[in-house]
């Protein structure tokens, strides 16, 4: 549960940030500076709109290995090599414990370049 609650926090949080920086702007120096752009702003709102994305994407990709395990569902071999690159980083079932450091592992491999390549390599993707 509280991978979902992370999750859902991270959600909520881009849908504040979908709001466009633009309606930020004041006037400023008595209206001689009423237009700024805000795209300093917009800069900031899309690096952590993005970062929040890989890192939901990072506990889907944790759970739905579990769920692969779980099940003994026979994935298709891109998905199958993608846990099987998981599963050297972030162990499969097991005791409760701390998820953080799991989930960051995760969000590591989803910016590693040659984990991408090897599992589009593998499903014939490249």
């Known amino acids: 549960m509280i991978a979902h609650y992370t999750q859902a ?3 909520a949080e ?7 920086a633009s309606v930020d702007t004041i006037p400023t ?11 300093g702003s917009s800069c900031r709102k899309r690096r952590t709109a993005v970062t929040n ?5 990072a506990i889907e ?11 003994a569902l026979e994935p298709g071999p891109g998905v199958a090599a993608a846990v099987r690159r998981l ?3 972030v162990p499969g079932w ?6 953080s450091p799991e989930l960051e592992s995760a969000d ?17 993707l490249e």
């Open 9 to 11: 926090a991270l959600v």
């Open 61 to 71: 990709f944790v759970v739905a290995a579990r769920a692969i395990e779980h099940r």
């Open 87 to 89: 599963r050297q980083q």
């Open 14 to 20: 881009n849908r504040r940030l979908a709001a466009p």
């Open 29 to 39: 120096s008595a209206l001689q500076e009423d237009h700024v752009s805000m795209g």
């Open 53 to 57: 994305l890989r890192r939901s994407l």
């Open 108 to 124: 590591a491999l989803l910016t590693d370049s040659s984990f991408t390549a090897d599992v589009a390599d593998v499903a014939g």
């Open 94 to 99: 097991g005791p409760d414990r701390w998820l």
